[in-house]
């Protein structure tokens, strides 16, 4: 399983929503592009870069911040790999990303969701490279940066986009993500049962390094994890060892 360092954007900063709250973050770092330096100095291979203002918007709002991020985190080490999402419901933003090597994936969300075609379109053109968060409020998806909840069994949602050629899934509880109050494990694990092939990766409450061994155990092929690493509640190099 590997560990994927988490770093949220929002006003150019590093911030943790609490419960996916605009309205309660958790301030992380002031320059994100340092903070990825560092992670990735400590043996982090992969990161998670999520435009929050984008997210909400529906369009990207900060693709400046994540080009000065991603290069930061390529200059210490070339082989990392960056994953990035928000707001990303047109071609013509996941091209942006995708085709100027700002990401080695993209990761949709509303659009897989509400637009017939737009995953399967996406996979299609840009093949293993498209991954769908499937945001989930009291097993519901949230949609539109968790502001408003759609219909649906998630685990047919997430059959359906993987037979469309989706490259994997990330699933968040979003009652648990930015408490540090542990993985919605059951939830994982019906996900990792229902769809055994396809590279699943877990966020949302992720605490300690007891969470990630469980994850591990569940299956996962990686885990998302951001306040903790911010505040200490997890020590990185103890993070990268268990989830290597």
């Not at 100027?100 to 509303?110: E, R």
């Not at 219909?151 to 993987?162: F, K, T, V």
Request: charged share 25%; proline share 4%.
């Amino acid at each position: 399983m590997e560990l994927i360092a988490a770093i949220d954007l929002l006003e150019g900063r590093s911030v943790r929503l609490q419960q996916g709250d605009y309205e309660r973050p958790i301030r992380g770092a002031d320059d994100p592009a340092a903070l990825a330096r560092d992670w990735v100095e400590a043996g982090v291979r992969r990161l998670h870069l999520v435009d929050l203002e984008g997210a909400r918007a529906g369009q990207p709002r900060q693709l400046e911040q994540l080009v000065a991020v991603a290069a930061a985190a390529r200059a210490t080490r070339a082989e990392v790999r960056i994953q990035v999402g928000g707001g990303l419901r047109t071609p013509e933003a996941v091209d942006a990303l995708l085709s100027t090597g700002v990401a080695d994936f993209v990761i949709l969300g509303t659009a897989a969701l509400t637009v017939q075609g737009f995953a399967r379109d996406c996979a299609l053109r840009w093949p293993g490279r498209i991954l769908v968060a499937l945001d989930l409020r009291d097993g519901r998806p949230a949609l539109d940066g968790w502001l408003r909840e759609a219909a649906g069994d998630p685990l047919e949602i997430g059959r359906q986009l993987c037979s469309e050629g989706a490259a994997g899934l990330l699933v968040t509880d979003t009652r648990r993500d930015g408490t540090l109050a542990g993985p919605n494990l059951d939830l994982l694990r019906a996900f990792r049962e229902a769809i055994p092939d396809a590279w699943l990766g877990g966020a949302g409450g992720i605490g300690s390094v007891d969470d990630l061994v469980a994850l591990r155990e569940v299956g996962l092929d990686g885990a998302v994890v951001g306040l903790a690493l911010l505040d200490g509640s997890i020590g990185l190099a103890k993070a990268v060892e268990v989830s290597g």
